[in-house]
């Protein structure tokens, strides 16, 4: 139903900056809530941000806060995540995120892309 598709990734300096995208199938996208997740060798996936359809509101996890920042081009059908004063753990692979929306921050999300990797040199 819906197709996710990661681009932007790659290696960065810390204290440098990285713009993902994430391009979504179909019209539907306008009616998404959308999230950035991520995951770090040996580590559990965790919650990055997340902005709900309208883009009017938004949440990030305490080690993004500050940093990060999550937005969409409904006429795009895409979601960004500008990455700034990049550190060495943020290295992960990320990963967008959809679900119809619910009216909340958190939860569970039902459509993933395959991820991009974001590597961040010391």
């Known amino acids: 139903q819906v197709q996710l598709v990661e681009s932007g990734g790659g290696l960065a300096q810390a204290g440098g900056s990285l713009r993902l995208s994430c391009a979504a199938s179909?019209?539907?996208?306008?009616?998404?809530?959308m999230a950035w997740f991520r995951q770090a060798p040996g580590k559990e996936r965790e919650f990055v941000a997340d902005i709900n359809w309208s883009g009017g509101s938004t949440y990030y996890a305490d080690s993004e806060k500050g940093r990060f920042t999550i937005s969409r081009d409904n006429a795009k059908n895409t979601v960004y995540l500008q990455m700034n004063s990049l550190k060495s753990e943020d290295t992960a692979v990320y990963y967008c995120?959809?679900?119809?929306?619910?009216?909340?921050?958190?939860?569970?999300?039902?459509?993933w892309g395959h991820g991009t990797q974001v590597t961040v040199s010391s």
């Open positions: 995120a959809a679900r119809p929306s619910r009216g909340i921050h958190g939860g569970p999300y039902d459509y």
């Open positions: 179909g019209r539907t996208f306008s009616s998404y809530d």
